[in-house]
């Protein structure tokens, strides 16, 4: 057949294949790759007595110091449950705290009291924000009717941390809701209302239980937009009960949740939560990253591997931008650039699917020019390289549903 077309045909078959083989390169700006590593927290309740995180302190100190984790989210209401927090500080130097309100359902200005924490003996240092009402909307039997009480309580945390000269820096975040469909979440939101004039942050709490991580974005910040507004938001809590889904897929949404919530412009996510609580019935008591032993579960590994990976602490920098195409990725392909102060990249592929979906894809990976050195790493079991290459434009991989890093130094 091609022996019977003419030239122009001939030409534009041949440039037609040039494109599907060797689509373009281009320039995509690179996030710093510490700001991905301090997007991570999880939560913890270290003042619960009815639960293991009473008795295995020790075991929760141990996850912090070896994760890397920074932030986590809990709420104190004493002197005593407050301690706890300190000791982890004083044990985990680098380590902050979200304080949220907790579950409060009946909030008045005489029970929000931020002014304590200094009391307390915490410091600016160790605070990373106060949060309103945890998932307010499932105080159903409060009184007033519970968006009063988010509202009226947003407002209060609000002046109790601006009209403090030693909190007025500290952000303040929205709070969260219960709802769990779309249609329950604009509902809810709306009749909270506009909150933006009382919080530096909004809020979501953004349990896909089965499905894959980004499966609400396509609804959830306009769902919500009437009561967070334009503002940027903190997801607050996400995870996956593995009473729910397999250990193990689990684990591969865990290696991708804080990359999409990364890509969305989620400010900093908080896994939920640190430890199972077995005393906690069904699901609730199945979300953790270590067992109630303070044994690790491998997304605790996990994402152990991936702070490992990228971390770079340090003053903010300006990263720079890679040309890089990609040839033979399927729609479903999700990636994240970053870069280290010494110039390094690091490019985390993945297909964004559910768990049940086992599809993979074979993909190039092309360059600009020859590049120095690229290292793979699979972050679900090392963080030594899995394969290596020197000084060639393109490289072959497999991706599937959970997250492959390439290290590529030019």
């Not at 109790?160 to 509902?187: C, D, F, W």
Request: charged fraction near 15%.
């Amino acid at each position: 057949m091609l022996a019977n077309m003419t030239t122009r045909l001939r030409l534009r078959l041949a440039l037609s294949l040039v494109v599907l083989t060797a689509p373009p390169s281009l320039a995509e700006t690179a996030n710093m790759a510490d700001s991905f590593v301090d997007s991570i927290g999880v939560n913890t309740h270290l003042g619960s007595q009815a639960s293991p995180y009473y008795t295995n302190f020790g075991a929760i100190v141990s996850a912090f110091q070896v994760s890397g984790i920074r932030h986590a989210r809990d709420a104190f209401w004493f002197d005593w449950d407050s301690a706890r927090g300190k000791s982890l500080i004083s044990q985990v130097n680098d380590v902050k705290f979200l304080l949220t309100l907790g579950g409060n359902c009946n909030i008045t200005r005489n029970n929000v009291h931020p002014e304590n924490y200094l009391a307390w003996g915490f410091t600016t240092a160790n605070i990373d924000a106060f949060e309103g009402m945890n998932e307010v909307s499932g105080c159903t039997d409060s009184n007033p009717p519970w968006y009063v009480n988010a509202r009226n309580g947003q407002q209060y945390l609000w002046e109790a941390v601006k009209g403090n000269p030693q909190l007025a820096a500290i952000p303040v975040i929205g709070p969260s809701l219960y709802a769990a469909h779309e249609t329950e979440l604009r509902s809810d939101s709306a009749a909270i209302g506009d909150l933006t004039a009382y919080m530096n942050y909004g809020n979501e709490h953004d349990y896909t239980n089965e499905m894959m991580p980004s499966v609400h974005f396509s609804y959830q910040p306009s769902a919500e937009a009437a009561m967070n507004g334009a503002l940027p938001v903190w997801g607050t809590e996400a995870g996956y009960p593995q009473s729910y889904i397999p250990l193990d897929r689990a684990n591969k949404y865990y290696s991708r949740l804080f990359f999409e919530n990364f890509n969305h412009g989620i400010v900093r996510t908080y896994a939920y939560e640190l430890m199972d609580e077995p005393q906690n019935s069904g699901g609730e008591g199945t979300f953790g990253l270590l067992n109630a032993d303070g044994t690790a579960k491998p997304m605790f590994n996990t994402i152990t591997n991936l702070i490992t990976l990228l971390r770079d602490p340090g003053s903010a920098f300006t990263p720079g931008s890679l040309n890089y195409s990609f040839s033979g990725g399927p729609e479903t392909l999700h990636h994240t650039l970053l870069q280290k102060r010494n110039g390094v990249f690091y490019l985390a592929l993945w297909l964004e699917l559910d768990w049940w979906n086992v599809t993979s894809a074979t993909i190039t990976v092309n360059f600009t020019g020859a590049q120095g050195h690229i290292n793979q790493y699979d972050p679900l079991t090392s963080v030594s390289p899995k394969t290596a290459w020197n000084n060639v434009p393109s490289v072959v991989l497999t991706v599937s549903d959970q997250a492959t890093i390439l290290e590529i130094s030019q």
